[in-house]
């Protein structure tokens, strides 16, 4: 079947960023809105496209979708979202304390965590309140990408557990101390997604190996977590309709074997496979095409027009090479190729003889994995954030443990296990990795777009604060943002697919990126259809449609632009 | 019994953990607070950024903000204001509440909010 079965009321679509889960909680939505029911579907992704893929302008509140009756969706904003519980918080005191009082409160409500659980109060209300989606015969939360979705999901229980054991009282829960207020609507959401006759989770892979790795770490998790009513839903998968077309047969190949490879854990999951479409899966038609039962098959193409395509990475390369040192960070949503592009990058400047480090900060990556052997002169590093953590708290209790006594160890102690420090551990370690670019080269594969801009927003609160204290801060620090801001330092490259929404929200990611006063070296538009020169019927006419979308990026969005053919990641 | 209260300026965890570095008088601090509950003082500690309700029903407080932010973290014993800008060694939380404390201690300056703003802690 092309879309999942659905048995419950609730439903997840959980998966690496770019696998479809946006396409297929829609399509699904769909379908049972057709078949009769009132169906929500609600997105909690900063980065969300639902409007796109519906058609509708969405809000926060459940808008009906037109041209499906029964069909409803709402996106939650988690920058909005937070702005409201900021002016819930610091409102009522404007005009009775000071003006620099409100402005410090309000700069307390301005950081990621504040963002993050203002969002999931939001997913609490949804999920916890049975009251809010009543009408409701089924509400499908089309998730944010892996990383962030699985925070979301333990986090119920991570902060419960910190709430219930916290004796200190001050501690580092902070601006969110009204969470304890939710505990019991916390407790139940908990129940809600934990109980498989209430709700589905629907892992969504592409048929690689590097998606079906992700999805089978987030089972073991949401297993963990006690959450077992789970299905597997394959997207894209393709076999060439006749053999002879290397590009086609090469894509059949690679969704056989990763298949036949799939960790043992998914392969046990129910399963649905939904055929690569001839067309991208923005607007109802197409959503409708992909609960079709037949591959639709493509017309006949008429002859390509006359383009000038924009070369590969081999310019870059060189132009980048030519600086003798810096730092390369490629930035995209999950999905786009960004680990194998900077493995690519980093291979071929230490080839020319340079001291090249590639590191990660994306816990999803295997850069690893992408670097194909040992290659002399590359050092492979992994930002890893358990480790990283580990190595904070002994360098605290080190530093401030040991004039404590044993109470006020203890309550450092406590401190050291809240949600918070994993945040500035990672950051600390990257504005290390970042450092290591002024002597060599340092190639970062960084983690996807949300993520990633809240490690820039990071960056500039550190420099504010870093400016204004007298603390006793490493180099790297205090030199993080202004090295990132230096194009002659850092050159930062956009990754994306020649698609409507991989574009679209790499648009998105230039802009927060001129927020942030970094301007990007250049576009890559990763795995070409159209460059590989495919002649299968439904490739190329996929490939077709990527021409106004690297038009797009070559004239108006990028002053320098490479394009990579599609390639089977065993020769990329 | 007597009460000591303390108006820290809008800060995500009292010990100090969660910014660029760790302060260690704030983590002296919060174990120094704890040293002076167990001597039987009634202690409140209140966070600007998550109580300001208690600074806004203080109008002496708001005096002392009014007059810069830098008058942050606000001590008071039993209502009266014993000490602004500084987080007092344990050493002078006993000579203000009048209690014994052997060990002497150094007073380290304030360090400003101990996370900072947008470091994802708060």
Redesign the interface.
């Known amino acids: 079947m092309a879309l999942p079965t659905v048995g419950t009321r609730i439903l997840f679509f959980t998966g690496k960023g770019g696998v479809g889960k946006t396409s297929l909680s829609c399509a699904t939505g769909l379908a049972l809105a057709e078949a009769g029911g009132q169906v929500l579907i609600v997105s909690t992704d900063p980065a969300s496209n639902l409007d796109e893929v519906l058609g509708t302008a969405l809000t926060a509140t459940p808008t009906a979708i037109a041209g499906a009756p029964g069909l409803f969706a709402l996106n939650i904003d988690p920058e909005a979202a937070a702005f409201v519980y900021k002016e819930r918080m610091v409102g009522p005191y404007r005009g009775i304390l000071p003006a620099a009082a409100i402005a410090s409160m309000e700069e307390q409500f301005s950081g990621a965590c504040t963002v993050e659980i203002a969002a999931f109060d939001e997913f609490a209300k949804l999920l916890g309140d049975p009251g809010t989606t009543a009408a409701f015969d089924h509400v499908i939360f089309d998730t944010a990408p892996t990383g962030h979705t699985l925070r979301l999901l333990t986090l119920p229980s991570a902060w419960t557990e910190f709430i219930a054991s916290s004796t200190g009282g001050a501690s580092c829960l902070g601006p969110l101390a009204g969470l304890e207020k939710q505990k019991a609507l916390y407790a139940a959401t908990v129940a809600q997604l934990a109980d498989p006759a209430v709700t589905t989770l629907v892992l969504v892979s592409r048929p690689e190996p590097s998606a079906l790795r992700e999805a089978e770490r987030t089972r073991g998790e949401l297993a963990e977590l006690g959450v077992s009513n789970l299905r597997l839903a394959l997207n894209g998968t393709f076999a060439a309709a006749q053999p002879g077309d290397a590009i086609a047969d090469a894509m059949t190949e690679r969704g056989r074997a990763a298949l036949a490879g799939m960790p043992a854990g998914l392969a046990r999951l129910p399963r649905s496979e939904t055929p690569l479409l001839p067309q991208g899966t923005v607007g109802l038609a197409s959503l409708r095409a992909m609960s079709a039962a037949d591959i639709p098959v493509p017309p006949s193409l008429d002859p390509l027009p006359p383009l000038v395509l924009p070369g590969g990475l081999e310019a870059l390369v060189a132009e980048i090479a030519a600086a003798g040192h810096g730092v390369i960070m490629t930035m995209g949503k999950g999905g786009v190729g960004k680990t194998t592009l900077a493995a690519a990058i980093a291979v071929a400047l230490t080839r020319q003889g340079h001291s090249v480090t590639l590191s990660t900060t994306d816990p999803a990556a295997h850069v690893r994995d992408a670097v194909a052997g040992e290659v002399a002169g590359l050092t492979v590093t992994r930002i890893d954030p358990e480790r990283e953590v580990a190595d904070y708290r002994d360098e605290v209790l080190a530093k401030a443990g040991g004039s404590l006594d044993a109470a006020g160890r203890a309550m450092l102690e406590e401190d050291l296990r809240s949600p918070c420090t994993e945040e500035i551990a990672v950051f600390r370690a990257f504005a290390r990795t970042v450092d290591g670019g002024k002597d060599g080269f340092v190639v970062l594969d960084t983690a996807p777009t949300g993520h990633t801009i809240l490690l820039l927003d990071a960056a500039e609160a550190y420099h504010r604060e870093v400016s204004r204290t007298q603390a006793d801060l490493p180099d790297a620090v205090r030199s993080l943002l202004p090295r990132l801001r230096d194009p002659a330092f850092t050159r930062t490259l956009i990754v994306t697919l020649a698609e409507a929404t991989p574009v679209h929200e790499a648009e998105r990611l230039q802009q927060d990126l001129a927020r942030a006063g970094i301007a990007p070296f250049a576009w890559i538009v990763n795995q070409s259809l159209l460059a590989s020169g495919t002649a299968d019927p439904l490739l190329a006419q996929r490939g077709r449609a990527e021409i106004p979308f690297i038009e797009r990026v070559s004239r108006s969005l990028s002053p320098r632009t490479a394009l990579i053919p599609w390639r089977s990641p065993a020769t990329a | 019994m007597t009460k000591l209260e303390v108006y820290d ?16 008088a704030l ?2 601090f ?3 607070l ?2 002076v509950a ?1 001597q039987g003082i009634a202690v409140q ?1 209140y ?4 109580e ?1 309700q208690e ?2 029903a203080n109008p002496a407080v ?1 005096k002392e ?2 007059a ?2 830098d008058r942050l973290p606000i001590i008071a014993v039993d209502g009266h204001i014993v000490s602004t800008g500084v987080y007092l060694s344990r050493d002078q939380l006993a000579a203000k509440l009048g209690l014994v404390q052997p060990k002497p201690r150094i007073a380290v300056a304030a ?3 101990c ?8």
Not at chain 2, 15 to 22: F, K, L, M, Y
Not at chain 2, 115 to 121: D, Y
């Open positions: 300026p809008a800060m995500c965890c009292s010990t100090g953990i969660c910014g660029p570095e760790v302060d260690p983590v002296a919060a174990a120094d704890n040293w167990e500690r966070n600007l950024g998550t300001p600074f806004a708001i903000m009014e810069g932010m360090g400003g909010s996370c900072s703003p947008k470091s994802g802690c708060c």
